[in-house]
């Protein structure tokens, strides 16, 4: 059975060997030293001033935006994974809804204009599958409006961006470590800013709000413990590794999936970490017609994502008619650090005599 993706897992000897340093350290949680050696070392390969090691990526997205003090009304984009609209859900924000690109599938200043009102308190949008529009526009745009502008950088791991680190654009950038990303701690998130004092506010918020013994703010548990941490170590020791076969694997599919298949428009300036492979049908007969192929042969690719956050049952309808459009056309192949490109060409030529 292929899935869209594999866990990595490392040889477990190395595992157990940080595991053996917990058992002698004794300390399991509260920005143990596996904790704190996994920030440091993460802070200098992302490229980032300064790096928070959260429980995961939601949680991440929620202190970012309790860190803000966003409120009210807040631009997000309808075409990302749920969590990047119920992080703003359960901080009692309200999602306005900003359409697409057809080409980037992100929310470039054009869409953001288009709903811009003077009750806007922010920004929320996704570098989505690890692409990105033109941030420096969308930079640029948020400080003459005089808001924050919140990256939800979930998928984009290792990206640059007009050759510096996609997490260094805008206020704050979030990123989630769960177990099917290309950079995994098991469970495991992060939030990055710039900003010093935003930063040590966010630690706070963390840990219950607290310094010490004296409480300062009402905060909440985002912390994560050193055995996922001892995770992230040892896979970022096979980070280099891991990113050659996805890119080996990407590459076979560009080269050889029929032309009829449409590929997203990657930003020219962006430096990609092949976190996904998502490919766009004509039309979403045509996508179910090759996902039901497919499963047929155990072949489990993912329409990911559908449908468009837009669309949600438990939200008012605002419409975004190319969101909803890509959504019902876009699935992500499968794409891992093991998949064996015998299994990818299986993968294609059955995509290829379907199309």
Known sequence: MLQVTKSYLPDIKEYIALLNQIWDNGQLTN????????????????????????????????????????????????????ATTTALIWEYCQPVFADISATSLTCEVS?????????????????????????????????????????????????????KSIFTY?????????????????????????????????RGIRSFGHKGDHYFTAGINGKNSEFHAAMGLVNLNHLDEIKAHRQAVSEYYESNLSKQVNRLAW?????????????????ERILEKVVDTLNKQNIFPRRYFYPALNELPYLEYQSCPIAEDISRRVVCLPLSAEISLADVQRITQIINSVV
């Open 31 to 82: 920005d143990g030293p596996l904790v704190l050696e996994l920030e440091r070392k993460l802070a200098e390969y992302l490229e980032v001033e300064n790096f928070l090691y959260v429980s995961n990526g939601t949680i991440a997205l929620q202190l970012a935006i309790k860190g803000l003090e966003l409120k009210g009304d807040i631009i997000t984009t309808p075409f990302s994974y749920c």
């Open 111 to 163: 869409e953001l204009n288009s709903v811009w009102t003077n009750k806007i308190q922010g920004v929320l949008t996704t570098h989505v599958y690890g692409n990105s529009g033109n941030l420096v526009d969308q930079e640029n745009w948020a400080k003459d409006k005089g808001i924050p502008l919140l990256y939800d950088g979930a998928h984009a791991f290792g990206v640059k961006h007009h050759g």
């Open 170 to 202: 805008g206020d704050v950038s979030t990123c989630s470590f769960h177990a099917t990303k290309l950079f995994h701690t098991i469970e495991g998130g992060a939030v990055m800013t710039n900003n010093s004092e935003l930063a040590e506010k966010i």
């Open 267 to 283: 930003n020219s300036f962006n430096m990609r970490n092949y976190s996904y492979f998502p490919v766009i049908f004509d039309s």
